[in-house]
């Protein structure tokens, strides 16, 4: 069997969703003859715990672990927060705090912390990383990121062993979405740009998870045409069979009690992915008389709830904050409607497949995405609005959706988990 060394910044008990797609795909890689090694952080001081993750975790797999300097922990002190409290992702990054010290800490972020704030785990990394690679014949190496800080180890320990690298990039190195509204300086995009280029030069093989931005980096780096490839981000299609059961036992208890329709969105929603629109459609909706429920599972930035609350929406609106996630399966499941938001055509969300197998009527906002569009016609499973489109005609369509799951079965993670063995024995040829 062939060993892998996967290189990931978030690992459980980290609650962050960002660790789901590893997490899976790892869990099946021995299934197609691949023996992976994981190299994570021992401490992740930024993100909910989630321990229940840990039961996917094979009691047999080598987990490596080295400590990281954390400026987050600066920062939490520089903001007035406690040591126990923990940060908020849509807070760090708000376009709508003031104060002089949120705005000294992220230009500090964005401008001394190359290529992001999670750089401070590479040198402990790099270390174990030589370690492991001398204690096993490795035969291969991946790294995922965001943090893309993480690519930079896969690189420098495929540079010193001659072993193939695969970075997978989950969302854009230097220009992903939220950088747009901050100030970053010349030279700290040169260093940034060299970093980013490097690593795609010296991968074997570079994995998206979307095709648009697979397309956008061939476009701005061509050479990587010939050896790059998509896998999306999937769903878990074991954690849906687990809880279709308790759905079950439920429903004739507590969904015939329902008089509302309740629409879910899980995850972090910043300030830029407000679609407002919804919130006028469906206070309209109210005031005609129908009944709904807004439920948020996860961290709201402050101009969206300021907007709900100018939309006379607050006492209809539930801010439930993080869950484990299989309680947070169940409540999509549950839910009426589900929503979605992504930013720009390169942004497939990663929430949006859960959503496809739950066969729930999605509302979706994007500009341009004819990504998204696409995965919606294939699984008529929703609709996808610009931002400042009406969306009226969302609860009526929704009606006459039924989801194609023959469509998304394609999405499982196991069926991802083998086409990246696919790649991975191209790779080592």
Known sequence: MKQLLFITYFWPPSGKAT?????KIIKHLPENNWQPIV???DEDTFTQKDFSLLNDVDPNLRVYKSKAFEPFDIYRKFIGKKPDEKLIASETISTTNRSLTHKISVWIRMNFFIPDARVGWNLSAVK????????NKIDAIVSIGPPHSSHLIGRKLSRKFNIPFVPILIDPWVDIIYYRGF???KPTLCIDNRLEKSVLEGSTHTIFITESMREDYINKYNFIK???SVLYWGYNEDDFESISQTIFSKKSKVLEKETHKT????GNIFDYQNPENLWKTIRKKNDTGDKFKIKFLGTIGPAIKKSIEQNGLSKITEYIGFLPYKEMLLELSKADYLLVCATEKRHVPGKLFEYLRTGKPIIAFGQDNEEVNKIFQEANAGVLFKYNEDVSRFFELAETFKTDYNSV???DR???SQNLTEILNKVVK
Not at 263 to 266: D, E, G, I, K, S
């Open 19 to 23: 660790l789901h797609w590893p997490l």
């Open 39 to 41: 190299l994570t952080t």
């Open 128 to 135: 174990a990383g030589k370690q492991i690679v001398n204690e």
């Open 183 to 185: 100030k970053r300086s």
């Open 226 to 228: 010939n050896k790059s």
């Open 263 to 266: 629409l879910v969105h899980a």
């Open 409 to 411: 079965k394609q999405y």
């Open 414 to 416: 196991k069926i991802i």
